[in-house]
Each structure stands twice: as structure tokens, then as C-alpha cells.
């Protein structure tokens, strides 16, 4: 048995839970988010848990059987709490700002980067330097930062580019005179 599917989900009081044959959507303080069940797992839900269920002991349904239910842990941390990832840009004349559903980054390029913010996704800048996506959906939000790190990922020289908060940049050494 899987060690992460066997443990049932427990769905909070804040959260109201629906299930309806193979389709599973949460409703919280954050919002509401759905999903479709895999039709070769079993889902029950009693006494405010979720327990997900595999029928065989099949490859296939031993990694979906795990699968599922952390899909199912994240959606209900999603709808009680959310997802926050941070960003630092690092670099002279480096920075980010939010303007509407636009962010806006200056990254040394000849032209400024517009990235348009996507449903369900809150960008914010508490600095110039500083870039926090939060949302309910953690897949969106991790796609999101991926993204905009993507823009100028981190260099190993001088350490310039854009990285998730607390990463670490193996640094290399320059040319050296000999």
C-alpha cells in the first residue's frame, strides 16, 4: 500500500467538500477549486476526511493512488491557506512592478518584459527587487514563478538573474591572470 495514499485527507471545517461520481471540488475562504478523479481510483468521503482508494496493486495504480491524494492535500491547503512563492532580482538597474494584470520587468535587456498575470494568480512587489506570487492553485503559482525566473535566470559569475528567495547560486571563479 502506498504510504502517502493510504492516509485520508482531513477536510476542515471551513471547507465544504463535494463529491459527485468521479468529480471532486472544494469550496474554502480562499475560493474554490475542482478536480476529476482518475476513473480507476475510488474516492470516499465520510466524517470529514477523504480517503482515496486503488482497486490492484498495478504500477500505474500504485503512482496515481499516491498521486491523487496529494492533489487532493494540496487543493484543501490551497483553499485554506494558499500558496506563496518569492522571487529576488539581483542586479544593478534590475527590478519588477505591477501595473494592473501586467508585470512589468527590467532586466538589462534593450526592452522591458510584460508578463501578463495569469487567472487566479496575485502578483505582488514589496520592493522594486522583491516579487511575491501567492493563489490558491499551487501548480499555477509554481508555474507562474517558473516563468518569470525563466526571463533571466541566475549566472554563476556575478550572481545576476532572478531566483526563488533562500535558492543558492553556486558561484564560479573568473578568469584569473597567470
Given at each position: 500500500m502506498s504510504r502517502i495514499g493510504k492516509k485520508p485527507v482531513t477536510v476542515p471545517n471551513a471547507v465544504k467538500a463535494d463529491l459527485s461520481g468521479k468529480h471532486l471540488s472544494l469550496q474554502g475562504p480562499k475560493g474554490k477549486l475542482e478536480m476529476a478523479i482518475h476513473p480507476r481510483?475510488?474516492?470516499?468521503?465520510?466524517?470529514?476526511?477523504?480517503?482515496?482508494?486503488?482497486?490492484?496493486?498495478?504500477?500505474?495504480?500504485?503512482?496515481l493512488h499516491g498521486l491523487t491524494r496529494s492533489l487532493v492535500q494540496n487543493m484543501v491547503a490551497g483553499v485554506t491557506q494558499g500558496f506563496v512563492k518569492e522571487l529576488e532580482?539581483?542586479?544593478?538597474?534590475?527590478?519588477?512592478?505591477?501595473?494592473?494584470k501586467i508585470f512589468n520587468l527590467s532586466l538589462g535587456f534593450t526592452h522591458?518584459?510584460?508578463?501578463?498575470?495569469?487567472?487566479?494568480?496575485?502578483?505582488?512587489?514589496?520592493?522594486?527587487?522583491?516579487?511575491?506570487?501567492?493563489?490558491?492553485?499551487?501548480?499555477?503559482?509554481?508555474?507562474?514563478?517558473?516563468?518569470?525566473?525563466?526571463?533571466?535566470?541566475?549566472?554563476?559569475?556575478?550572481?545576476?538573474?532572478?531566483?526563488?528567495?533562500?535558492?543558492?547560486?553556486?558561484?564560479?571563479q573568473g578568469k584569473t591572470v597567470g
Amino acid at each position: 500500500m502506498s504510504r502517502i495514499g493510504k492516509k485520508p485527507v482531513t477536510v476542515p471545517n471551513a471547507v465544504k467538500a463535494d463529491l459527485s461520481g468521479k468529480h471532486l471540488s472544494l469550496q474554502g475562504p480562499k475560493g474554490k477549486l475542482e478536480m476529476a478523479i482518475h476513473p480507476r481510483l475510488g474516492v470516499v468521503l465520510k466524517d470529514g476526511q477523504i480517503e482515496i482508494t486503488r482497486p490492484t496493486n498495478i504500477r500505474t495504480d500504485r503512482a496515481l493512488h499516491g498521486l491523487t491524494r496529494s492533489l487532493v492535500q494540496n487543493m484543501v491547503a490551497g483553499v485554506t491557506q494558499g500558496f506563496v512563492k518569492e522571487l529576488e532580482i539581483v542586479g544593478v538597474g534590475f527590478k519588477g512592478q505591477v501595473k494592473g494584470k501586467i508585470f512589468n520587468l527590467s532586466l538589462g535587456f534593450t526592452h522591458p518584459i510584460d508578463y501578463v498575470i495569469p487567472d487566479g494568480i496575485e502578483i505582488k512587489c514589496p520592493n522594486p527587487t522583491r516579487v511575491v506570487v501567492s493563489g490558491m492553485d499551487k501548480q499555477k503559482v509554481g508555474q507562474a514563478a517558473a516563468e518569470i525566473r525563466g526571463f533571466y535566470e541566475p549566472e554563476p559569475y556575478k550572481g545576476k538573474g532572478i531566483h526563488y528567495v533562500g535558492e543558492v547560486i553556486r558561484r564560479k571563479q573568473g578568469k584569473t591572470v597567470g
